[in-house]
Each structure stands twice: as C-alpha cells, then as structure tokens.
Nanobody
Framework: QVQLVESGGGLVQSGGSLRLSCAGS????????TGWYRQAPGEQRELVAT???????NYADSVKGRFTISRDNAKNTVYLQMNSLKPEDTAVYYC?????????WGQGTQVTVSS
C-alpha cells in the first residue's frame, strides 16, 4: 500500500524555521517527482516547491531564497527546510509524489507562523 506521511509542522514565531519531512512507503520513491503544496483557510492549494527524481528543484516565487527542498532516496524521504517564516506561510502543507499517471498525496501537516 502506497503511503506518504508528512511530519515536522508546528507553531513558530515569525522569522523562525521549520523542517518538514515526507516519508514514502510501498513505492519506488526515488523514481517519483515529489513536491510540497500548501493550502491556507479559504484559499486554493498552491505549489510550494518540487524536486524531480533526478534532483532538479523548482520553487514558487513567494518562497524562493527562504525554502529549500531536498531528497534522501536512501531514506525514501523528501524534506522542506523553511527559514525566515512569515505569517502568510501559515497553511496545511501537503506532500505529493507522482510518476506518470500515478499521483499520491499525504494527509498534510499544519504550519502556523505567529506574528
């Protein structure tokens, strides 16, 4: 059974840092392009950052220079290092992995940034 499990969310003050983890199981995780998305209350889900199976990365303009996505295929895990957090980064963060027509989502982890 394919499963993505996010962890690392929490409450942090503005300017602080968090590191999110997305652990995959039941799949050849290293073959999948994986990304982080977020959804704030009343807003649509938006792309934050992606990392391909080959290690290429892409970021939303709003997080460039502050967030870093990386992957450790030996641990079947993708990370999102978030620095200089802002209140507008508050959202539920979701992990998504896709390979061809296959796509999987995690359950999400809450990130709350207080001002």
């Amino acid at each position: 059974q394919v499963q993505l499990v996010e962890s690392g969310g929490g409450l942090v003050q503005s300017g602080g840092s968090l590191r999110l983890s997305c652990a995959g199981s039941g799949m050849r995780f290293s073959l999948y392009d994986t990304g982080w998305y977020r959804q704030a209350p009343g807003e649509q889900r938006e792309l934050v950052a992606t990392v391909t199976s080959g290690g290429s990365t892409n970021y939303a303009d709003s997080v460039k220079g502050r967030f870093t996505i990386s992957r450790d295929n030996a641990k079947n895990t993708v990370y999102l290092q978030m620095n200089s957090l802002k209140p507008e980064d508050t959202a539920v963060y979701y992990c998504n992995s896709r390979l061809g027509i296959k796509a999987y989502w995690g359950q999400g982890t809450q990130v709350t940034v207080s001002s």
